[in-house]
């Protein structure tokens, strides 16, 4: 690990889980959190990675999840902490890493380290940085989106409400049922499209009957499930991860739309 | 042999569900009322939380040592007078259930809600024997007129709306009069009330489920709303309890524990209206009760979960919580899952109990969106254990070959850091290209099932592990 900053006592040194769905789709994301983490005084690097395995594991590959689970924990193992901007990725290893490894003493005591120190971007930033305000400016009334791994694995959910109540301009508007699955569920949306369609409708009604010019959340996944319906249903909300309107970069199109192009 | 199954067409079932408008409306109706009623009584108590870990170790203490508990809970029952039949699948308890029938020369039977007796298909069965069954619920009356399974566990028509229940009234009471005003629902459940008071008269057995069998009393306890279950099992001569093995609880005070997280968990009721005791047949003396009590004590499956990662679904106290938080619940409704229990429980229940060949669809059905489990009471991990099922596939190889050789490819560059970020370079350069002038593509080629129903967001075109290197190298340089 010899191309890793050294740490100065007190500043943490951040492994970025850039996770696989920001990494291909909306780097910005990725970017944004660097942002936010050196901005509260962290070192961050964002070691060569891939995938930490949870559609191996949802879909009962544990042979291939396990697999992919040791690199990660090799990957990571020189850090303070491991963040990611995505509730669901870090609470694969959160929760589901020492699981992975009953049977196997060596690997799970690695497990549950990576484990302990991973988190979710807004949870990390609160809960372990005590951050309480970002320096922000976004115009206009947002609502935010609960994504369930988030919400119940890890137990996110006053966060992000705490950190975008300081951003200038912002007003947060709730929609109902904010903490109901938007349907994605990783390969369920594509298995059963027609459940996860209906799913999502709900959600895209609620998301319009707010009345909120942006919806925010902090999974991609779930994201990319809701600005796809909300185009497809011509309903005129533009759709971000909650990262890049905290860091202040909201500059590339929402997600969905094209550069210098509106909803039509 | 247990009752027919539509589970291997969930998709289609599914399918059909989504159309269904009427369907749809009713499905509205478990979305708003039982939500906001369990949250309010939770939120009451401040015990809640910890009630539902001491009922959750209650459930693993008895699943522990449950042949003590049986052993225990069947001398018990002995030394009142009563009978205890040991059935280890559903053709020993329907053949026990229909000898108990024949010795007490029963013409008609009545029945209190029950899902051992869905289970074990013993309406039919009876019938086909010449013994005549009334369910007594109004719900499972309802689906007994229809001949259908009920859609949910503790409310069997909530897929009905009251037009298509007047229907069926008409069409089957018909020694009533035509004309008579059936608009309310009020009317309806005075109809129902008027019919079944007269098969309550005439019954000569009378059988019930159990919510819970206590070791300590040999007593069995069924909680009710419309103390139909009292009648049922006080007038007949003979009273027939139908339990699953599971239903055991070593103590009085153990119940007691587990009825406070029941009602509130199921309706958002404190108790429900009804909660009654049977311990064996009528005592001289006694105001009334039965001559016979018989206890069929049904394994059909369960006594296989014991020991294995899916025991913890034998703690399952039927409250209904999971199915009323569930989003697929909410958007198919019960009769897509294809057999007798819905929702998320029956996701993990149904493949122990018909194969999981048959019913593998359920556990895959599902966003893992935890919902469920965050409100189980006695706190199932219900997608770990859907996961569980996955795995058994998988294993398999049950798991659908376009899914297998999907996760494969993706596996296979996963594992190979420079070999992924080479190709995903590559891709998402090519797929950012395609779509930078929407911003979306309304139809991608290996993603049908996606931009069926959305669009699907253009990557930004550059990966992130792409532009951290350039960024990174031009900051050291
Ligand atoms: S699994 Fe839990 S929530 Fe679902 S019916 Fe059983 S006890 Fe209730």
């Not at chain 1, 009604?205 to 499930?225: F, P, S």
């Not at chain 2, 109809?191 to 059988?207: H, K, Q, S, Y």
């Not at chain 2, 058994?392 to 850091?417: D, I, M, Q, Y």
């Amino acid at each position: 690990m010899s191309a890793l900053p050294s740490s100065r006592p007190g500043t943490p040194r951040v492994g970025l889980f850039v996770t696989c769905l920001v990494d291909l789709m909306r780097p910005s994301v990725g970017f944004a959190a660097v942002k936010l983490l050196e901005d509260a005084g962290c070192i961050v690097e964002a070691p060569v990675q891939t995938c930490c395995g949870q559609p191996a594991y949802n879909s009962g590959d544990r042979g291939t999840t396990r697999d992919l689970a040791m690199r990660m924990i090799e990957t990571f193992q020189g850090f303070d902490y491991v963040v990611a901007p995505s509730g669901s990725c870090a609470g694969m290893i959160r929760k589901h890493y020492p699981e992975l490894f009953e049977e196997d003493p060596n690997w799970r005591a690695k497990a549950s380290a990576l484990a302990a120190k991973t988190f979710e971007l807004t949870s990390f930033l609160v809960d372990v940085l005590g951050v309480t305000h970002v320096d922000a400016t976004f115009q206009g009334a947002v609502t935010y989106h609960d994504s369930c791994s988030g919400l119940r694995e890890l137990g996110v959910k006053t966060q992000p409400r705490l950190l975008l109540s300081g951003v200038k301009g912002l007003t947060l508007v709730e929609m109902n049922d904010s903490d109901v699955c938007c349907g994605f569920g990783g390969t369920f949306a594509v298995k059963y499209s027609d459940i996860s369609s209906s799913i999502v409708d709900a959600k895209a009604k609620n998301v319009e009957a707010a009345h909120a010019q942006t919806l925010l959340a902090g999974d991609l996944g779930c994201l990319m499930n809701m600005a796809g319906k909300l185009s497809r249903d011509g309903r005129p909300v533009e759709v971000r991860h909650v990262a890049e309107v905290l860091a202040n970069m909201t500059d590339e199109p929402a997600i969905g739309l094209a550069k210098d192009a509106a909803h039509k | 042999m247990t009752v027919h199954t539509t589970s291997p067409q969930f998709k289609q079932n599914a399918t059909r569900a989504l159309h269904d408008v009427q369907l749809q409306k009713a499905l509205n109706n478990v979305k708003q009322g039982f939500i906001d009623k369990r949250q309010a009584a939770a939120d009451k108590l401040p015990e809640f939380e910890a009630l539902r870990d001491s009922a959750r170790d209650i459930k693993n203490h008895t699943l522990e040592h449950l042949d003590l508990y049986l052993e225990a809970y069947e001398a018990k029952v002995k030394a009142s007078g009563g009978h205890v039949h040991f059935a280890r699948n559903a053709d020993e308890a329907r053949e026990i259930i229909l000898k108990i029938c024949r010795e007490a020369g029963a013409k008609t039977v009545t029945k209190g809600k029950s899902m051992i007796s869905e289970e074990i298909g013993i309406n039919h069965y009876l019938e086909a024997n010449g013994i005549t069954p009334v369910e007594t619920d109004l719900g499972e009356y309802i689906i007994q007129l229809r001949n259908e399974l009920p859609s949910h566990i503790i409310a069997p028509a909530v897929h009905l709306n009251a037009s298509q229940v007047e229907q069926d009234f008409r069409r089957v009471h018909t020694h009533l009069d035509a004309k008579r005003d059936l608009s309310e629902p009020v009317q309806l459940l005075t109809e129902a009330r008027a019919v079944l008071r007269e098969r309550f008269l005439a019954a000569d057995v009378g059988i019930t489920g159990a919510n819970f069998l206590v070791a300590e009393t040999g007593t069995s306890i069924i909680v009710t709303n419309e103390g139909n279950g009292d009648l049922t099992q006080i007038l007949p001569k003979t009273h027939v309890v139908l339990a699953s093995i599971e239903k055991l609880v070593p103590t009085l005070e153990d119940v007691s524990q587990l009825l406070r997280v029941l009602a509130r968990s199921a309706t958002g009721q404190e108790m429900s209206v009804y909660t009654t005791f049977s311990t064996g047949p009528r005592r001289p003396g006694d105001a009334d009760g039965p001559e016979n009590y018989h206890v069929v004590l049904i394994d059909n499956g369960r006594s296989s979960m014991l020991g294995t990662s899916f025991e913890e679904m034998l703690r399952c106290i039927r409250c209904g919580a999971c199915m009323n938080h569930c989003p697929v619940y909410h958007a198919v409704g019960g009769h897509a899952y294809g057999w007798v229990y819905p929702g998320p429980m029956g996701a993990v229940l149904t493949p122990s109990l018909i194969g999981v060949d048959k019913a593998g669809h359920l556990p895959n059905a599902s966003t893992f969106c935890g919902r469920c489990e965050s409100v189980c009471p006695v706190r199932i991990p219900l997608p770990k254990l859907m996961r569980h099922w996955r795995e058994r596939e998988f294993e398999r190889h049950l798991t659908p070959a376009s899914v297998r050789s999907g996760l494969n490819l993706w596996g296979f560059f996963a594992k190979r850091p420079a070999l992924y970020r080479f190709a995903t370079r590559a891709a998402m350069a090519t797929l950012g290209f395609a779509g930078r002038r929407r911003g979306r593509f309304s139809w991608l080629p290996l993603a049908k099932g996606w931009t069926k129903h959305r669009d699907f967001p253009a990557p930004q075109g550059e990966t992130f592990q792409a532009r951290w290197q350039r960024e990174r190298s031009r900051r050291t340089a």
